[in-house]
């Protein structure tokens, strides 16, 4: 069965960065696009953008570019998103999901805090 | 990329139906047929429950349909249930190849 699979939950300061894995099992990994989002606490979601693990290629939304860097292992069938210079409003959960064309699955979430 | 506007809440009776809109510009939910309706109850992962504006994945329950025109697209739910108390959000494929989700609405059974 499709499951993905994120690191713990992490707390940092302001300034610093996180990087978030998603371990993807139970189907090609290299055959579907890899999307991150995120919620902040009692907030709506937010697309972050996308990483297309065959091939390396990225896309993000215009409001994390420059500050938001996705990768993925395809050795291990991992994918990455790494948030740099963080900000006490980049406290939120953050998912990695593989929405096919007509089906989805969604990591368990990652709270990332960021408190001084 | 401006969120896409949902109403803040919506409720109705059991047995009823809801609508939900989405509204975005004909650069996102207008320009294409590739909106997509989430839903997630509280401290769950979204799921789901239509794509392609109207299509319905697998074993979702057609109950939930959605239609759109022009730039607002709809999500209906009839004979609504106790566990569709959950937040619904729209998303929209964009003329810049990201995409974009609503605001949420959030659905309460009274």
């Known amino acids: 069965q499709v499951q993905l699979v994120q690191s713990g939950a992490e707390v940092k300061k302001p300034g610093a960065s996180v990087k978030v894995s998603c371990k993807a099992s139970g189907y090609s990994f290299t055959g579907y696009y890899m999307h991150w989002v995120r919620q902040a606490p009692g907030h709506g979601l937010e697309w972050m953008g996308w990483i297309i693990p065959s091939s390396g290629d990225t896309k993000y939304a215009q409001r994390f570019q420059g500050r938001v860097t996705m990768t993925r292992d395809t050795s291990i069938n991992t994918a990455y998103m790494e948030v740099t210079r963080l900000r006490p409003d980049d406290t939120a959960v953050y998912y990695c999901a593989r929405v096919g064309v007509s089906d989805d699955y969604w990591g368990q979430g990652t709270l990332v805090t960021v408190s001084s | ?110």
């Open chain 2, 1 to 110: 990329q401006s969120a896409l506007t949902q109403p803040a809440s919506v409720s109705g009776s059991p047995g009823q139906s809801i609508t939900i809109s989405c509204t975005g510009t004909n650069t996102d939910v207008g320009g294409y047929n590739f909106v997509s309706w989430y839903q997630q109850h509280p401290g769950k992962a979204p799921k789901l429950i239509i794509y392609d504006v109207s299509k319905r994945p697998s074993g979702v329950s057609n109950r939930f349909s959605g239609s759109k025109s022009g730039n607002t697209a709809s999500l209906t739910i009839s004979g609504l249930r106790t566990g569709d108390e959950a937040d619904y959000y729209c998303s929209s494929y964009t003329r810049s190849s990201t995409y974009v989700f609503g605001t949420g609405t959030e659905v309460t059974v009274l």
